[in-house]
């Protein structure tokens, strides 16, 4: 039996769970009258058992683990399925991107060697591949299911009335797209979370109470798509059975989690309708109605939107509190430095974040060991967990480092190195400074690539509408872009933090290649060698450099210089990839340890490398806000009800005193009505 003591506790903390705010929601877990005609799920129906758990107390024992205290059955709110059947390990498996595997070689090299969708690329199927899914992670914070678990969990007292207050903003976010670019969505995704249930078996899953089945959004709990990613050599030398033991181990330490880190570093793992996904938080809002292209382009590929002015630096054990986003940032940045070079890379904007599906899952292949670990913290300030990363940023880079490599490798090896064992570096300065100088200055090249006239004609051509309200400031089309912020102060990087291209009267001067330090390493002769050399042990100086001179000696458009020269060998047609070790020095760049050399044509697999890792640096207004108190929220949303150009809003909630919610909440639910006053067809009336 319980103690007088111990269940004086119990009945104080029920108390406490009986007067939470429920904002649509019952305050403890008992059903709402949905349930008819099935007397077997009638008797599941949520009704608050106390049960019999058998503990051994001591006199500093403390009852925590609320939540097992509960039985919940399915109603409006929530979910209950079976835990019978967990997911196993994921599969290191490249996937491909789809549009791009349904190219034909030919319009492949035509778009990438020349940078126009033209002759070759008539009659390619777009409109089929033109849709995007958005992503958004979501809590019930005001669940008391959530509140026990939380307190079964948390070595810390949980403070549910302004750290997890539900405003409604999931439902208007949803209408605010759908609204917004809804004919371009192929499904939205919500990630949601879900707990034991006490009597074991089952998973208690949340559910938004006005959402109702619907083909078009698709709910997935945590319990569903969190995977171990096996590590290589995991995968050569365990049998499924061990990795799936590993996998089930993993899962036990990491679920439930209460970290969005670990959340987002799973994202990889759901099954979506596109390839390319855009992630909200469940308070990013869509103020005006926008195209596909002001997130992706199938031929350019995602949109990132970068604060090039805020740069983080590579950190293996960075300082500050693991509960924000910099510490994780600065560790991503380190990770990605191993692989590409410790270069200082820009914050991602705190707003909608396109990213490829495919890509994502490449990185955490290639980083799995980072992406296992960031689970097994379940709060963010979990001081003795693995360092944890932020898979935005890391996604974002990963993809931009992969094309500054694709580049590179296909210039030095598919180009240049060919089959021979030694490499003629005397060409090839040549064919980058035309000089028999020692030095060469690099001044920022002029391009036609992100010029109005040229971009409208190149999407029209392509059957891809123009963005609204996005500005494409920078193309990988035209080389690599952050080489230019380590060169170049920013206030000169005068299109939103990058070099404007299109201005050639500008000849501002980026960089200076120095032939002996790029091209006259001692020890430095096989095609690998110099790649290894140029691309990261002087990725700056060399790689960089050469990379933005090449585009220079290319022309207006076109990255055909890159190339490797024609060829009658068939063109390639698997999922294009370098190699994936975590670490440059173990990887082996090899033109034949790559692809099949005798029989596919490495311009073809060039060509299809670079579009892989296509990206687009772009700008479109938007506005954060932190809502502390009614007053300033009041201000904010007039603000972006003024100026008419915001695109996205973020209302990040921050609210402290528990009498200002009350009203929040209704200055929140009169503005979200006002601006998205239709349900969506997934609500329930």
């Known amino acids: ?230 590590t290589i050599e995991e995968t050569r030398s365990l049998s499924q059975n061990e990795l799936d033991a590993l996998n089930e181990q993993w899962r036990a330490e990491s679920l439930p989690t209460f970290n969005s880190f670990a959340i987002e570093g799973q994202m990889h793992n759901i099954d979506a309708h596109s390839d390319t996904i855009v992630y909200h938080n469940d308070d990013f809002f869509t103020l005006r109605e926008n195209a596909l292209s002001d997130y992706y382009s199938p031929i350019h590929g995602p949109v990132l939107r970068s604060l090039s002015y805020s740069m983080y630096v590579p950190q293996e054990k960075p300082l500050g509190s693991r509960n924000g986003e910099g510490v994780a940032i600065a560790r991503s940045s380190w990770i990605l430095g191993r692989r590409f070079g410790m270069r200082w890379r820009p914050y991602i904007a705190h707003h909608a974040r396109s990213l490829s599906l495919p890509i994502l899952n490449e990185a955490a292949i290639m980083f799995d060991n980072s992406f296992n670990n960031v689970t097994l913290a379940r709060f963010r300030n979990t001081k003795d967990a693995p360092w944890a990363i932020q898979s935005f940023f890391f996604a974002s880079w990963f993809i931009t480092e992969r094309h500054r490599e694709a580049l590179l490798w296909s210039w030095i090896v598919g180009k240049w190195g060919s089959l021979r064992e030694s490499l003629d570096t005397d060409a090839m300065w040549n064919e980058v400074a035309n000089s028999d100088a020692n030095k060469h200055h690099v001044y920022v090249p002029h391009r036609v690539t992100a010029e109005e006239s040229e971009l409208s004609s190149t999407l029209q051509d392509a059957h891809i509408p123009l963005p609204r309200n996005t500005e494409y400031a920078f193309t990988s089309m035209d080389g690599f872009g952050p080489g230019y912020l380590r060169q170049i102060w920013h206030r000169l990087l005068t299109r939103h933090g990058w070099p404007d291209l299109r201005n050639s009267d500008s000849r501002l001067k980026a960089c200076t290649i120095n032939r002996d330090k790029c091209f006259r390493q001692p020890g430095v002769h096989t095609p690998e060698d110099l790649f290894k050399h140029i691309a990261f042990e002087e990725y700056g100086d060399c790689g960089d450099c050469i990379i933005t001179q090449l585009i220079a000696q290319g022309g207006s458009k076109g990255l055909d210089i890159f190339l490797p020269p024609k060829d009658d060998l068939d063109g390639f047609t698997g999922v294009p990839h370098l190699p994936l070790n975590d670490d440059w020095r173990d990887a082996d760049f090899r033109l034949s340890s790559v692809l099949d050399t005798a029989h596919t044509s490495p311009r073809s697999f060039a060509a299809r490398l670079i579009m892989r890792y296509n990206h687009v640096f772009g700008e479109t207004p938007s506005q954060f806000t932190k809502v502390y108190s009614p007053a300033q929220l009041q201000e904010q949303l007039e603000l972006a009800d003024t100026h008419k150009d915001t695109t996205f809003i973020c209302l990040n909630d921050d609210v402290k005193k528990e009498k200002d919610i009350p009203v929040i909440n209704d200055m929140m639910g009169s503005w979200f009505t006002s601006r998205w006053p239709e349900p969506a067809e997934w609500e329930r009336e």
């Open 1 to 230: 039996m319980l103690s007088g003591k111990h269940a004086r506790l119990l009945v104080s903390q029920l108390m406490v769970l009986s007067k939470f705010r429920h904002n649509g929601y019952l305050p403890l877990p008992i059903t709402q009258a949905t349930v008819s005609g099935n007397a077997t799920k009638f008797l599941a129906i949520p009704v608050l058992l106390l049960l019999y758990i058998a503990y051994t107390y001591t006199t500093k024992t403390e009852v925590r683990e609320v939540y097992k205290l509960f039985i919940v059955g399915e109603d409006e709110s929530h979910q209950v399925f079976s835990s019978a059947n967990p997911p196993t390990s994921a599969a290191r498996v490249v996937r491909p991107i789809k549009f791009q595997q349904s190219l034909p070689d030919a319009c492949v090299e035509e778009w990438i060697s020349s940078g126009e969708w033209g002759e070759q690329c008539r009659g390619v199927d777009v409109e089929s591949y033109s849709t995007v899914d958005p992503v958004f992670p979501w809590v019930n914070g005001s669940d008391p299911v959530q509140i026990s678990a939380l307190q079964a969990f948390s070595s810390e007292k949980v403070d549910s009335q302004h750290r997890y207050q539900e405003h409604d903003e999931l439902r208007y976010a949803l209408r605010s797209i759908e609204k917004s670019v809804g004919h371009s969505v192929g499904r939205y995704h919500i990630l949601a979370s879900s707990y034991d249930s006490p009597q074991g078996g089952t998973q208690i899953a949340q559910h938004p109470s006005w959402l109702k089945k619907h083909d078009k959004v698709e709910m997935h709990h945590h319990f569903n798509f969190f995977k171990r990613m096996p």
